[in-house]
């Protein structure tokens, strides 16, 4: 079917007496519209979405540079996913955050084709492709002959539920691949969860699925306990890719891999085997860049993301992690390497079970040191230590960004957690471990998010039965000294009214560091503790 369109606001040198065809006429480009166009700019696009709309535009858009090809400026293909997205921000400024939108980044899409191009599967999938950085980016690094040789044989296909980012997305790839193949391209416009929406067999899927909570589950959708206890879309839409897949590459939160409301999901996971790769998002993070257009210039966001890699067939069971990774901004490029990030995938695979219900991110030098603590704790946890009520009280700051203190008392702040004990060997003991790596540690190995839940650290793992009297000693001593000299370290803002915080001096940490190796039976260096603490995962270790 062919279209016109008639945009008085970009092109006010159109004679007057052309008139706007049926829609099934051929599209009129007139010698003064090739001419703005081709001197396209962003004040041109943002006019012309607000006053033709989002949908017209890019249809004209795309109708243009498949009849005379892009810009070398702005209207140029590489721009496409940005121009849509500030077009988003131009309609409805909450669009793209209600619809849980994150554009992949030009160096991780790299990173995730090169792993999608070794996995097995015959037809090739992009599920919300959106406008299609992932899928161009792959078949950009297969090469030009093998793309157009993939897509003449019927084995691309694209999803989403915007018929306009998926137009972008076919025209940018029959701008490189040949407009021949426009009836080759098999285009999948609905509601992916839908019953009537299926992925082709032998198929492999590169996704960037959307973050957001369901708020409506729709009347075709299939429902599972994945979708019942998690009411996350991106869980849902990872459940429907495994299940149908041969193999995957999707990126998501990282949220999955411990939380309690993702378990459903990580028991679909373990029928499957592969590397999970997790990201911090401090101090640089994964989806990096300006977020709903031109109307924001912050470039943070609180979205701490997973790359899962996985297989649904092969010998191998369980999956290899990753810690979570820091980096410093200006260390991305040196970072987002396939060969850089796969060093840091633990030799361990881990499978989920009812009595391990989690996956653990730790850090492959400090895997003898978890496997021996929870070897030696024998399944004793902290909850084990602690009294509803008792003359011996803690508080524990549950913001961590970089490490977790107690101080004796209850501090001057909001968001604490508050221990009571009976006993003060016990109390001493906890103390000590809370200002230790150890604490820290298994937040960082089961959450690492923004706060330190009370529940969590009731969990982590203790070998109080193994002190002997002079551990004791030694607990005791240590929390008379901090706790002596506390009020030195105390920092105080003003956020709100006084929020008081405490940060001891290292050499207290690194101390009961040693002391809890000792009881252990290692010999580790605290050299090799900092990588808990580093802001940077690619710090030189001394």
Known sequence: MKRDYFYKSLFDEINDEVK????????????????????????NYTTDVENNGLENTWNYICDYVLTYGDNADFLNVKNFGEMYEIGLAVRDKQLKKNNGQYYTPDDIALVMSKWFDTLDGSNICDVACGTGKLILTFLNLIGKEKAVQLIRDGKLFLYDNDAIALNICKTSILLKYGKDLKDKINIVCGDFMSKNISLPENCKVISNPPYTAIQHVGKDWKETPVLNNSRELYAVFMEKIITNCKSAVIITPYSFISGTKFYSLRKIINRCSGEIYSFDNVPGNI????KHGIFNTNTSNSVRAAITVLKTEGDAEGFRLTPMIRFKSSERQKLLKCEVLENFLSESRQKISDKITAYYKCFKELQPLFDCLIQKSENHKLEELVSKNGQYTLSMPNTCRYFTTAFPGIMNRNGQTVLHFNDEKKFDYVYCLINSSFAYWHWRLYDGGITYPSGLLMKMPIIYNHLSEDDHKFFKETFDEMSRRAGEFVIKKNNVGIQENIKYPRLYRDAINQRFLKILGLKIDNSTLDLIHSNTALEVKA
């Not at 706007?20 to 004040?43: G, H, M």
């Not at 989806?287 to 300006?290: E, K, M, Q, T």
């Open 287 to 290: 989806f990096c860049g300006r």
């Open 20 to 43: 706007t065809p049926p829609n099934d006429a051929e599209v009129v480009f007139t010698p003064s519209i090739v001419a703005k166009l081709k001197s396209y700019t962003l004040q």
